[in-house]
């Protein structure tokens, strides 16, 4: 019990060191991709880089219910950007997810939804 636990404490540590990449939802037969984009930040100094990705994007509007929402993290390190489900996501047919980087470094992300 005690040894799962160490192991799971473990490869958690192990997936946050190498990406921050996050999924929320499941995919289910028949959706597909609905969109995806690609955010890239250049590093400044002193500045915590961030993106609010709204879908639908502006002006635009969307009836495909969202079943998945996948984030990627580009950077296969630890200097790369945490994703925050804020708004809506699975199961609604709209979302806003907050990519939030480190203080003085960029990173680079996709963010992909699936619907049907
Ligand atoms: C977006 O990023 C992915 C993953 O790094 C890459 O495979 C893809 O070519 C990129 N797409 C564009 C339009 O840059
Ligand atoms: C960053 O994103 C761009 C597309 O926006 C992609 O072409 C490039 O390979 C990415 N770089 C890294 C280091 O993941
Ligand atoms: C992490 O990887 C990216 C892309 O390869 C790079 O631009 C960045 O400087 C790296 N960060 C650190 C802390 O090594």
Avoid: E
């Amino acid at each position: 019990m005690k040894l799962i636990l160490i192991f799971a404490l473990i490869t958690t540590f192990i997936s946050l060191a190498l990406s921050r990449s996050q999924f929320w939802g499941k995919r289910v037969a028949g959706d597909r991709m609905i969109i995806s984009r690609n955010v890239t930040i250049y590093p400044r100094a002193k500045v915590i880089p961030m993106h609010l990705f709204k879908f639908p994007l502006a002006g635009r509007s969307n009836d495909r219910l969202i079943t998945a929402v996948q984030v990627l993290d580009n950077f296969r390190n630890n200097s790369g950007v945490t994703p925050i489900l804020k708004v809506g996501g699975p199961g609604r047919t709209f979302t806003t997810v907050l990519l939030q980087g480190q203080s003085g470094r960029g990173f680079n992300a996709s963010v992909i939804l699936y619907g049907r």
